[in-house]
RNA sequence: GCCCGGAUGGUGAAAUUGGUAUACACGUAUGCCUUAGGAGCAUAUGCCGCAAGGUGUGCAGGUUCAAGUCCUGUUCCGGGCACCA
């Protein structure tokens, strides 16, 4: 008889399902599907982590299991391929971002594929791939057409060593990514895109979607909204007014001064010749403010401005300031300070000794007009960066901005010797001198050379994936139709920017009529990482990097590393790698291998001696082919009752461990050929390569089974007695008795054990029949 | 500071509406077998105790016949946001 050799069934099945592309999706009207996606990787020089065979694993589980049940799956897999960690490797080598690219992607999909995932590897995508691409950058027109994408003057992240703009997540503690050099603000001309267009409907859809509540809390937060008030403050002296926005109007009465943002654009007309230098001064002090500064010393700054306005409740004059604790991003970027009711306000009081009034409230409505706000700022889109989906836009000689016709897509990216950013705050594209050159109806133009942020990509590869090879269009209507939106999205990361951009877009595709939803994920499971034994997060520099390949290709095989992940602790939480217990499991699915085989009457030369199980099992087994086992029958069904429902709720851990239990009891009574068949089809979503092999052993289909509750329940029941709470004796009853409350309560005061605590006479008796528990008070 | 989570054996963790706390796995111990392997199989394993029994889900209270689960207070840990007026 042969041993379990992983490595050798899995390499047979994954060339079966290869050669019989067997996960290819099909549009079958009429049959009920189901949309599973992991949020795709971004394909790494160093490879697949186990923090992907999580992600990747959960979301194969769901697809084979809903095939298993006779859904209509589509599974498909691709990369996100612009960034940063490639343009590096370019700078740093010559090598062209695209080359690097394809060799990720080629280490990548073999990888993946060593793991044995159920993708339809027809429908691959890559975001940095022109016939992708192009399709972004038509997203990108219609946002423009319709305004949601436009240029806008703005102060952003800049690193003086790189030359370059970086975005907010490229900023660690006030210093560049890249290089460590402390960043500085810098004024520069950018895209946006509109998101806050949407800011209500984003906030206010939150609630339904079926997604982890912490994820929605984050998004509530970060989309931020107040409501409150504007009002307007006369300035003396002819200056325009200033109009403030608060969200407690009813205190203007204590409102003793205002306090603009030192971005303010009316700021200087607010200064006059005594105070011109000093404000101006603290303006570019401020602004060049690190981060960490801001961080670490909150103490109040501010300087007054020279003006004074009018409060239109009290009719008072008070003070115009210029404090950086006010932002320009926020509101009108100036307040009313209630120094009164606001913590900030009197802080900033007392330290400029300013007066502090406890006035009475008002009515709300008296002084201003009704407004709303939100933290969420509008997405800054433009990236001097090579590596990235050039933005189809160019400029005439006047510089006003055309967009690229949508017949001249894809803007393609032209081919550079250089791909570092130089002194110009341009990305390297504008070294590609012929390409800058474009003729838009006649008139001769110069492209853009800003790439599209990322995250600009992602946000529609969701749809791309039901049509991927669409040349006429992003997506396919009679392909979206059928399969989305998204049912079942699993990641681990981008809990605000990512799938909040999905969500966006998803919206603006609606408007347009392109989307036949306005929410592109129904469900998400948002997952743990997995760290390193000792417990801390892997990285190269420690050392303690699993290699999910090494784990295989030690002995294990896929089925022992996508088992091990799935049984490692609950699906939301962090986990810590455990070898030992990767030898757990392997030891597990080694059991089932030795069960189904050794139930095979031909093999006669099973390896262990007269053991108590070899001896008794292996025939036991075997003579229990073909014919029912009632020791057997109520676990089976009460397993299949588990294993589904535990994948239903992304149970998985405790799923893998009523296999395990039902594999136990197996090797206790005896398994037969329906015990076998059982088992191999609830194990196909954990380790599918093993569990075909007992199926094709077995000659029997993967169709899901489907467990019968007359059979979870059995003849004699268990009866626990509590005597003041405590357990004291269980009874064994026939469970047709256990209707009978007088006389199980009979039985439960004439146990021999229970006798001796109710000597002294009984309070009274409760029964409860659905916990099967007799409680007595004495 | 604010907003979310979480705390259960030596370890990772289980536990429907409140109803036998510790399933499953690791580790450990003992034994069996041996084609000698870091394999397989069996039994035991919360803590104290020889036992009867007692005790036990971060801590302190409360509600209840019954609390890991509900309520009040508190400590610690993790995550997110952070001068958003």
Same mark, same amino acid.
């Given at each position: 008889m042969d041993r379990y050799e992983p490595l050798k069934i899995e390499e047979k099945w994954q060339k079966i399902w290869d050669e019989e592309k067997a996960f290819k999706a099909y549009e079958k009207p009429g049959v009920p599907k189901m949309y599973v996606a992991e949020m795709f990787p971004y394909p790494s020089g160093a490879g697949l982590h186990v923090g992907h065979v999580r992600n990747f694993t959960i979301v194969d589980v769901l697809t084979r299991f809903y095939r298993q049940q006779g859904l209509n799956v589509l599974r498909p897999f691709g990369y996100d391929t612009f960034g940063l960690p490639a343009e590096n490797y370019a700078i740093k080598t010559g090598t062209a971002p695209q080359e690097v690219t394809k060799v990720n992607i080629d280490n990548f999909r073999k990888q993946a594929k060593r793991l044995g995932y159920a993708v339809d590897w027809d429908r691959e995508i890559n975001t940095s791939s022109p016939e992708y691409y192009k399709w972004t950058q038509w997203c990108f027109l219609q946002l423009y057409k319709k305004g949601l994408a436009y240029q806008k003057e703005s102060y952003q992240w800049w690193c003086p060593e790189d030359q370059t703009v970086l975005a907010n997540e490229q900023v660690e503690n006030g210093k560049c990514w890249r290089c460590g050099h402390e960043v500085e603000k810098k004024k520069m001309k950018q895209w946006f895109f509109k998101i806050t267009e949407y800011a209500d409907e984003l906030l206010a859809d939150i609630d339904a979607l079926d997604w982890p509540e912490k994820i929605k809390t984050m998004q509530k937060n970060w989309i931020g909204k107040s409501t409150g008030a504007e009002i307007d403050f006369e300035v003396e002296g002819g200056a325009p007014h200033i109009t403030v926005f608060t969200t407690r109007p009813d205190t203007i009465l204590g409102a003793t001064f205002l306090v603009v943002a030192p971005e303010y654009a009316g700021l200087e007309a607010l200064t006059n010749d005594n105070t011109r230098e000093a404000v101006f001064a603290y303006k570019v002090k401020s602004i060049k403010k690190s981060e960490i500064e801001r961080q670490e010393n909150k103490e109040k700054t501010g300087v007054f401005t020279g003006s004074y306005a009018i409060n239109p409740a009290t009719k008072e004059k008070i003070p115009v300031y210029v404090a950086d604790y006010v932002l320009a991003g926020y509101g009108t970027g100036a307040i009313m300070a209630v120094p009164a009711y606001d913590d900030r306000d009197r802080e900033f009081a007392e330290k400029f000794d300013l007066p502090i009034v406890e006035a009475e409230l008002i009515d709300r409505d008296a002084y201003g007009t009704p407004k709303t706000t939100y933290k969420m700022r509008d997405w800054l889109i433009s990236r001097q960066r090579y590596w990235g989906c050039p933005i189809p836009i160019a400029y005439d000689k006047e510089g006003n901005p055309h967009p690229i016709p949508e017949d001249q897509l894809p803007v393609l990216i032209p081919e550079v010797e250089d791909y570092k950013p130089d002194n110009s705050g341009r990305s390297a594209l504008a070294k590609a001198k012929d390409w800058l050159k474009v003729t838009i109806d006649g008139e001769e133009m110069t492209r853009e050379t800003d790439t599209l942020d990322g995250y600009a990509c992602s946000s529609w590869y969701l749809w791309r994936y039901t049509s991927p090879h669409d040349s006429e269009h992003a997506w396919d209507q009679e392909a979206i139709k059928y399969w989305a939106p998204t049912d079942i999205y699993v990641g681990a990361d981008h809990? %605000? $920017?990512?799938?909040?951009? *999905?969500?966006?877009?998803? @919206?603006?595709? $609606?408007?347009?009529?392109? +989307?036949?939803?306005?929410? !592109? %994920? @129904? &469900?998400?499971?948002?997952?743990?990482? *997995? #760290? $390193? !034994?000792?417990? &801390? @997060?892997? =990285? &190269? =520099? @420690?050392? #303690? %990097? *699993?290699? !999910? +390949?090494? %784990? *295989?290709?030690?002995?294990?095989? $896929?089925?022992?590393?996508?088992?091990y992940e799935m049984f490692i602790g609950p699906v939301e939480l962090d986990a810590a790698w455990d070898p030992r217990s990767v030898g757990g499991v392997y030891r597990f699915l080694n059991r089932c291998y030795n069960l189904c085989m050794a139930s095979d009457s031909n093999s006669g030369s099973r390896p262990a001696g007269p053991s108590p199980w070899a001896a008794g099992a292996n025939s036991r087994a075997a003579a229990l082919r073909n014919t029912p086992n009632p020791e057997s029958e109520a676990i089976r069904h009460k397993t299949i009752k588990k294993v589904t429902e535990d994948i239903y709720h992304q149970n998985f851990n405790t799923a893998v461990a009523a296999l395990m239990e039902y594999v136990n009891e197996l090797y206790k009574v005896g398994a037969s050929e329906e015990d076998l068949v059982v088992l191999a089809k609830l194990l196909m979503p954990f380790a599918p390569h093993l569990a075909s092999e007992m199926l094709e052993k077995l000659g029997a289909n993967d169709e899901w089974p489907k467990w019968d509750d007359k059979h979870l329940v059995s003849d004699t029941v268990e009866v626990v007695v509590q005597v003041n709470g405590k357990l004291r004796a269980k009874l064994s009853v026939n469970a047709s008795e256990l209707d009978d409350e007088e006389k199980i309560v009979e039985m439960a005061l004439n146990d021999e054990k229970v006798k001796k605590y109710t000597e002294n006479g009984i309070k009274k008796t409760i029964f409860v029949k659905r916990a099967k528990l007799v409680s007595i008070v004495v």
């Open positions: 809990a %605000v $920017a990512h799938l909040l951009y *999905i969500r966006f877009w998803c @919206k603006f595709f $609606a408007d347009l009529g392109y +989307l036949p939803f306005r929410e !592109p %994920v @129904k &469900k998400l499971i948002y997952h743990g990482y *997995i #760290n $390193a !034994p000792d417990g &801390k @997060k892997m =990285s &190269k =520099s @420690k050392g #303690n %990097v *699993i290699d !999910p +390949l090494d %784990v *295989i290709n030690d002995g294990y095989g $896929a089925d022992t590393l996508r088992t």
